[in-house]
């Protein structure tokens, strides 16, 4: 329906002013008393034509009138031309909001998307900072894959390292019970009590990497300990995962690429890219105009780095997918890492897709510190846990005014819930305030207010029974058409959020769907009122309902039934 605005538009420009081939966008108004839809066409062509703004938007006002469609149009401001769609016309447009409630076909013969999440090192238990990259890589994967695009998502695990030397050595000085016995809390119990003792004997370091190196060159007994302390941690990490609703196909370590890396190496060297560096070390330098210092890709000793893996990484992605993109959401603090390993990247292959590090902030919790190394890092299971107790004494305190058969598992569903929203609902390139009022506020941009909202809404059609589609509407009531024209945003805010890779875009959008749903409900009758209005209203209530469902459930979030 606007694509036949947009061309009674481009028709006017056409024949009245020889534009031909201008694009025509439409925004929904600010105020609903100023429209269903409004464009900015007539200001963005005016110096090109010579003509005042106001009097070619009045050209295509009187041109727009002409449309069954509208209702009625008029002149706004310095010539923006603001739009009022017919009853009709607006509620067939709703078609285009059921659809978007239901994932796009796939487009099997597009390349796929690749997108790299997560990233935990093994023998540590997730903290809270962990959450970031998980849920935003999780939300931005979804919006990929509902988008109909050929999604592969992929956890890239640091399970190769120095940080098995370490905990070797750990275990083999201090250890009361076998690596198999242990659980992934006894694991960062060892980690910690290394480098509590290195502080005072700095030899245990050497010998870490001495063991690492045995564990490099195949030595068995450090092998058959790497194995079983990666077990532990990925029976930990996978039940984790099944909590917050994240779903990773391709659980990939950094020990894939073991045998990649000296391919990389070879080229490197044979391309002048690599070169010997202080004490022996393989760097990879770049033009002065990138200011980026030096990397290593290779220790004076002949032991991988990061970047050795990663390389390894980007060609075995590439043979093996054939991606058209590959995204890494990974933290601000490795933006130079990054951009070091995407120039090396290009330096070595020509035939790279976009490679790209997805942004976003850091975490700030006051007065926790979460430095593994010290034993303090703040669990993201105790976290999760304490949401969910804080969510179920928000329950009790509720008393009979949440209706539920289940308060544990309606509990769980909010607190793990508010934890994850609370992180998506903020720019991802801005640091992020861990704030427990707000993320399980009831009335704020938060988990418990769109899943409150979307049990009202399930809980009037339970009431309302059986209802038809909505026939013989002459005129709207204010709430009715705010909230329809905010339903006809969905489509497209799924668009902007995937393109822009930006989840707090969706967050945004259905708390202001959450706000108009509820003013609707408050301010006018939806049960009994008379037909056909009753009908609109049920029809625009259930809408609601698939839409926040929809929405959440790409948010990793899940919605009840009753509430």
């Known amino acids: 329906m606007f694509l036949s605005l947009s061309k009674q538009v481009q028709k006017v420009l056409k024949d009245q002013y020889d534009l031909d081939g201008i694009s025509v966008s439409w925004q929904r108004p600010q105020e609903s008393s100023h429209g269903d839809s409004a464009t900015a066409v007539a200001l963005q062509i005016a110096k090109k034509v010579g003509k005042k703004p106001q009097e070619i938007a009045q050209t295509l006002v009187d041109a727009l009138q002409e449309l069954d469609t509208v209702e009625r149009c008029k002149v706004a401001g310095p010539g923006y031309v603001n739009v009022w769609l017919t009853p009709t016309a607006l509620l067939e447009e709703l078609g285009k909001t059921r659809k978007a409630c239901t994932p796009r076909v796939k487009r099997k013969d597009e390349a796929p998307v690749v997108v790299e999440y997560s990233q935990p090192n093994i023998a540590k238990p997730l903290g809270i900072h962990h959450v970031m990259s998980t849920v935003i890589g999780q939300a931005i994967a979804n919006l990929y894959d509902y988008q109909g695009y050929n999604v592969i998502k992929v956890n890239y695990i640091g399970d190769w390292g120095t940080q098995f030397g370490k905990l070797f050595i750990a275990f083999d000085k201090w ?3 076998p690596v198999e016995e242990c659980t992934v809390e006894d694991l960062l119990d060892m980690y910690v009590k290394f480098h509590n003792e290195a502080e005072k004997d700095s030899s245990l370091e050497d010998e870490a990497r001495a063991a690492f190196a045995r ?15 990666v077990d532990i941690s990925m029976k930990s990490l996978l039940k984790m995962y099944e909590r917050l609703h994240i779903t990773i196909e391709h659980q990939h370590g950094e020990s894939r690429y073991e045998d990649l890396m000296k391919p990389v190496i070879e080229l490197g060297k044979e391309k002048g890219v690599f070169t010997e560096g202080r004490e022996g070390a393989l760097i990879a330098e770049f033009p002065e105009d990138s200011h980026m210092p030096p990397a ?3 220790k004076g000793d002949g032991a991988t780095i990061y970047h050795t893996r990663d390389l390894a990484a980007i060609r075995n992605r590439t043979d093996q997918w054939h991606p058209q993109a590959v995204y890494h959401v990974v933290d601000v603090a ?3 890492y990054f951009q070091q390993l995407i120039a090396m990247g290009n330096m070595l292959w020509d035939d790279l897709p976009t490679w ?3 942004i976003f902030g850091r975490m700030r919790f006051a007065d926790k510190n979460m430095s593994t ?3 303090n890092m703040l669990r993201l299971e105790h976290v999760l846990d304490e949401a969910v107790e804080r969510a179920q004494k928000i329950i009790d305190d509720h008393g009979d005014s949440i209706q539920t058969d289940d308060k544990e598992g309606l509990a769980e569903m909010m607190g793990v819930g508010s934890v994850a929203y609370g992180t998506l609902s903020q720019n991802r390139k801005m640091d992020m305030i861990f704030d427990w009022d707000k993320m399980l506020s009831f009335d704020g941009n938060s988990a418990p207010y769109v899943q409150y909202t979307h049990a009202r809404a399930k809980s009037v059609l339970r009431k309302g029974g059986d209802f038809s ?3 013989g509407i002459t005129e709207f009531a204010e709430k009715e058409r705010s909230l329809l024209n905010t339903l006809l945003q969905f489509e497209r805010v799924l668009d902007e959020a995937c393109t822009s890779q930006m989840p707090h875009v969706l967050c945004n959008y259905l708390f202001s769907l959450c706000q108009e749903y509820n003013s609707f409900y408050s301010d006018i009758p939806i ?3 008379e037909e056909p209005q009753r009908s609109l209203r049920l029809s625009l209530t259930s809408l609601t309902a698939t839409v926040l469902k929809a929405g959440a459930e790409i948010l990793t979030l899940r919605v009840p039934e009753k509430m």
């Open 175 to 177: 250890a009361t019970k």
């Open 356 to 358: 790209e590090h997805i």
């Open 296 to 298: 290593i890709v290779l």
């Open 373 to 375: 190394r010290k034993g």
């Open 527 to 529: 049960l009994k009122a």
């Open 469 to 471: 589609e909505p026939t």
């Open 215 to 229: 564990l490099e060159k195949g030595d068995d007994a450090m092998r058959t300990f790497r194995l079983a302390v």
């Open 334 to 336: 490795q933006q130079l």
